[in-house]
């Protein structure tokens, strides 16, 4: 079991300004134990630089210890990020077969109803 | 010995989710007295339409499992992902208990998500003044000198251009008749 509280994450939610697309992208560390790419997402224009927009973007199915979020704004768009909340959850117990150890669930030696 | 209450075993119950196949092994007590394998069995994915779901995945246990203690172990195939939420084990009591789901110790998934704010530096909704760079016109004149090379207060003196008188006249040679 991974040592770190492993995250189940939900959705993201940005405010922004921007006169142009960009695109999201968020990479975790699960699983694999390495930071990689788990979602990528299109940020429309919010209509100019002088208009604010909330943007949801759906998370499921998405786990890590860690997240890094990067935003990249597309040829000639300015992007002002104003806000940004996750939504996450942590997993009581996450097992990861592609990590060497490979990880595995192992009770105590228990006396049930003891 | 951790406890004299002998038990029967009789169904094992996971709930999780599972993208791959792993390894359940229940462990007992008896018959011996050391922690030995009593089942193994694969556990499958927990898909539904095409999709990896939460799910239960319950397995009998061979009539005879029994002991004062149980292990569990779960163990995941190579890159195969298991979120694990619950696990019971259906066990009574011998020699006359009643049948009745025990659970084992799994840490708890909470159902609700919470807030994480990003760390985005926040931007102020007020405008606020910010003075342009420009140097400021002073109010008040001040005397500044125009560029005249000054005339000296004191007198020198400077050497008129005669020249000067020899103290011993020379002889001249005057012509003479003869």
């Known amino acids: ?11 993201v939610t940005l405010e922004y300004r921007s006169n142009g697309p960009a695109t999201f ?13 788990r979602v990528v997402a299109t940020l429309p224009s919010s209509g100019g630089i002088g208009a604010n927009r909330t943007q949801t973007i759906a998370l499921d199915g998405v786990q890590g210890t860690m997240y890094q979020v990067l935003i990249t704004p597309g040829a000639a768009t300015q992007f002002i990020p104003l806000a940004g909340k996750l939504m996450l959850r942590p997993i009581g117990v996450y097992l990861d077969g592609s990590l060497t150890p490979a990880e595995q669930w192992i009770t105590q030696p228990i006396a049930p109803g003891v | 010995m951790a406890s004299e209450k002998l038990k029967l075993y ?3 119950e996971l709930e999780l989710i599972s993208n791959g196949n792993a390894t359940f092994t229940l462990l007992t007590d008896l018959p011996g007295a050391g922690m030995v394998q009593r089942v193994q069995t694969n556990v499958g994915p927990s898909r539904w339409t095409g999709t990896f779901v939460r799910g239960t995945w319950t397995s009998r246990l061979p009539y005879n499992t029994q002991g004062h203690l149980v292990q569990a172990i779960l163990a995941p195939a190579s890159n195969v992902q298991i979120t694990l939420y619950r696990a019971r084990i259906w066990a009574r009591e011998l020699p006359r208990g009643d049948w009745e789901w025990f659970q084992l110790p799994v840490i ?12 985005i530096p926040p931007t102020s909704e007020e405008w606020r003044a910010a003075n342009l760079v420009i140097p400021p016109t002073a109010e008040e004149w001040r005397p500044v000198n125009l560029p005249i090379p000054p005339t000296n207060e004191e007198w020198r003196a400077a050497e008129l251009p005669i020249k000067p008188t020899a103290p011993v006249p020379d002889w001249l040679s005057l012509e003479v008749d003869k």
């Open chain 2, 108 to 119: 708890d998934t909470p159902v609700e998500f919470g807030p994480v704010n990003l760390p």
């Open chain 2, 10 to 12: 009789s169904k094992i």
């Open chain 1, 1 to 11: 079991m991974a040592i770190q509280k492993v995250f189940d994450y939900k959705e």
């Open chain 1, 25 to 37: 992208t968020l990479n975790t560390d699960m699983p694999g134990g390495s930071m990689a790419s």
